[in-house]
């Protein structure tokens, strides 16, 4: 079997493209092509000896579990390393349906994978890391959602009181509040939970 | 009643405790980052507000952006409507036909779409740009504001500068819970605190990247039970608390080491490079098959991102070599590693951690396997953590023990956990000896000794058995390895899952990987610790087991006679222990007590 112009990052890029080059959202709030993508011409067979053999690595994989594919990554190679959440309203007047982005990252796979409500919509390599780096392991991504309060985030932090809100001044008229620490950066709007980040962090090497 | 404990090697304590310095930093800091300052609104403060504003002026601006197309939409709408207007009056009055209307107002309806959809395009533009710039932003300011924040949390920084000062915290602590002050006290009560402490390090390790604290986490819950059990004797948690002395000694000592570990911890924003692999034809072709799987999309992900990490480790690994590994093999390690994966599932629960399976390792270990087959020379082991690779700085206080100087012991970071996977196919496990080479060695060269396992006898006949050993002549590191099978066949055997096989044949398999080794020119002497791995394959397949033994040898002219030292008694009561697990010792099948080998120097 052969194909000609293959879905050459079919996981890992055309999704990537999509979240870099182009995506925007529908009137449902679904991610969208943005422009039109140039994907290079190579021929590719498709080896069924090796798809069987694939077949059978994959299947040494954990059994998926959950609805989506984010949770199904999750079941198979656990939590990532760090990750960042933004919660963004589609719609045509940005007040259409909530859609949760998210990237995880896993270092020892040296990949962050993409996702709009739940939906792989890339597979990424990341750069090489190399040395000591502290990972924000205690964070949960499943622990963040848009209606998730400071006080519950409270609970996962060690020493809290470190943390102090600051909310934008008056003249700005949006009540963004933000916290920074503990290798956590969280962001709140007037409606709720608007971004998280979970920091990992290196020690740098004396020059 | 107390165990013998076997003594880890001073290079492979120093990968411990540069380990444990790391994470004390960690978990002395609570957290390592935290952003209020004694000035109330701080330079932190002002770095995240800025990029807030910015944040909102781009959303701001979309929301113009979105406004004026909006506007627009609207405005040429409604000269569209107009337009349809003045077309239905014509028509009204007669002055257009029927056709011509129809034909005209298919136009204007057709023009209205086409303004609907110009506007969505543009709107999603607008969304897309504002989210994107959104997200460059709080990168850039999570960048600043965590690097600030840590350069100024003095909580932060106070246990790391107290070590890199050569204070001697945790020595202090110990120090503290031997301390009787002449009454007789008991051990156990006395290091709770440090216990606390220890326990602390323990979860800390978690954090650090990698698989490489496995060994500092098993060493330090060791000490753990072994201080806190409710039958464990005075004289053993006085025992295990020496032992924890020891350990921070060598964290302490492992501090020179660590001068590289500077206050500042700077953000590590992981790098993605969406153009890596766009034009990897190697890649495209596995991940265009991947499409092909019936699997989920998520299973076709995992494996689609291990290739891509297995093959690019992989490459840079074998660069200088020659050699490369086929399709199958790369196959054949992801599915090791998602087997790990399976297997960590099952041990852990349902939410794991991600960097319990050591990709790193596995690779590193097919690749050796490889350039063991093409003849060529295994790479050098990595060290557990980087502060250990490092040359003491001068500022960092002592001088290096000869010990403290030495190549950084692979133990820590080198050892394939239990779990690290199953079986590799057979053409990825067989390891031969390489070649004799008949090149001189002079005095500094590398020597090379290969030979067998000697006095295995057991219930059938190996079907493998070869070792070697490699040192300088001049003395110093060993490494090495060996291998050896056993088939057998009969009697019965239970399963993993439970299901009974009667007449089984089975291969067990052992893999001996030298993890430290010197080599004493005076003496003749080698001596050092090994990891014995076991599989057993056949009817049924276990999970892989692995252990530690020491060994010793001695060279005379070009023969090296030695042996490893495994206590199966010992590993009997540690390992059946573990469920779902089943073993045999080397040791099994020897004629004596040790694993004996013979081992011919390659070279004159």
Known sequence: MKRWGILLLALAGLAALLGSCGGGEDEGGAATPGPPLVLPDIDVEIDEALVAQMEDAVAALPDPLGDNDRDQIRSMIGLPDAFTISFERSGEDGDGPLVRYETWYYYELNTAYEFADGALISNLPMDAVDGLVFLPKKYDPADFERTTTWDEIVLMLSDPDSFVPRELEAEYEVPLVFYAGEQLLVVFDDEGLFYVETVPLTAEEES | ?604
């Open chain 2, 1 to 604: 009643m107390m165990r013998e404990q076997r003594p880890l090697s001073l290079k492979a304590r120093l990968g411990i405790a540069a380990l444990i310095v790391a994470m004390l930093i960690a978990a002395a800091t609570g957290g390592l980052v935290a952003t209020q300052t004694v000035d109330g609104m701080g330079i932190v403060e002002a770095l995240v507000g800025r990029a807030i504003v910015r944040t909102i002026s781009h959303k701001v601006e979309e929301k113009a952006d979105r406004k004026a197309i909006n506007q627009r939409r609207d405005a040429e709408k409604a000269q569209v409507d107009q337009q349809q207007k003045v077309l239905d009056f014509q028509r009204g009055r007669g002055w257009l036909d029927q056709t011509t209307h129809q034909q005209e107002s298919a136009r204007l309806v057709a023009l209205k779409k086409a303004i609907d959809e110009r506007a969505q395009r543009e709107r999603q533009i607008v969304s897309f740009e504002t989210r994107n710039n959104i997200r460059s932003e709080f990168e850039r300011s999570a960048k600043d504001a965590l690097t600030v924040s840590t350069g100024m949390n003095p909580r932060a920084i106070a246990f790391a500068d107290s070590l890199l000062r050569g204070e001697k915290p945790i020595t202090a602590a110990i120090d503290a819970a031997l301390a009787g002050g002449g009454e007789v006290v008991d051990p156990r009560v006395q290091f709770r605190d440090l216990r606390q402490t220890l326990s602390q390090v323990e979860e800390g390790i978690r954090y650090v990247r990698g698989h490489a604290g496995i060994l500092a986490r098993a060493e330090l819950a060791r000490l753990l039970r072994e201080m806190g059990g409710p039958d464990v004797t005075p004289e053993e948690a006085e025992e295990a608390l020496n032992r924890a002395r020891k350990l921070g000694e060598d964290v302490e000592k492992a501090v020179a080491q660590a001068g590289a570990i500077k206050k500042d911890l700077l953000p590590q924003s992981p790098g993605i490079d969406r153009q890596r692999f766009a034009n990897n034809e190697r890649w495209i072709k596995l991940n265009d098959n991947a499409q092909a799987l019936k699997a989920s999309k998520a299973g076709e992900a995992v494996l689609a991102g291990l290739l891509r990490a297995v093959g690019e480790r992989a490459e840079a690994l074998l660069a200088e070599s020659g050699v490369t590994l086929t399709d199958e093999q790369l196959l054949a390690i992801a599915k090791e590693i998602e087997a790990a994966y399976a297997e960590a599932r099952v041990k852990e629960g349902k939410v794991l951690d991600a960097s319990v399976v050591n990709i790193d390792e596995i690779v590193r270990r097919v690749v050796n396997q490889q350039l063991a087959l093409a003849g060529l020379e295994p790479l050098e082991t990595e060290s557990p953590t980087p502060a250990s690779q490092e040359t003491p700085s001068p500022e960092a206080g002592e001088t290096p023990s000869p010990e403290a100087g030495e190549t950084p012991s692979p133990e820590a970071g080198e050892t394939p956990s239990p779990e690290a996977g199953e079986t590799p196919s057979p053409e990825l496990q067989e390891t031969p000896s390489p070649e004799p080479t008949e090149a001189p060695t002079p005095e500094g060269q590398k020597v090379t000794a290969t030979g067998q396992f000697t006095n295995l006898s057991g219930y059938g006949e190996l079907t493998a058995n070869n070792m070697s050993l490699t040192f300088s002549s001049s003395g110093g590191a060993v490494s090495g390895q060996g291998h050896a099978e056993l088939i057998i066949q009969g009697g019965s055997e239970k399963c993993p899952d439970g299901t009974w096989i009667d007449n089984p044949s089975r291969a067990y398999k052992w893999d001996i990987a030298v993890q430290s080794g010197t080599y004493t020119t005076e003496t003749g002497e080698l001596q050092g610790t090994a990891q014995i791995t076991y599989r057993e394959e056949g009817s049924c397949t276990f999970p892989p087991v692995s252990w530690n033994v020491d060994w010793s040898a001695a060279m005379q002219a070009h023969k090296i006679a030695g042996q490893f030292q495994e206590d199966c008694a010992l590993l009997k009561d540690n390992l059946y222990s573990w469920p779902d697990r089943n073993f045999e010792c080397l040791a099994t099948i020897s004629a004596t007590a040790s694993i004996p080998f013979e081992l011919t120097v390659q070279g004159p």
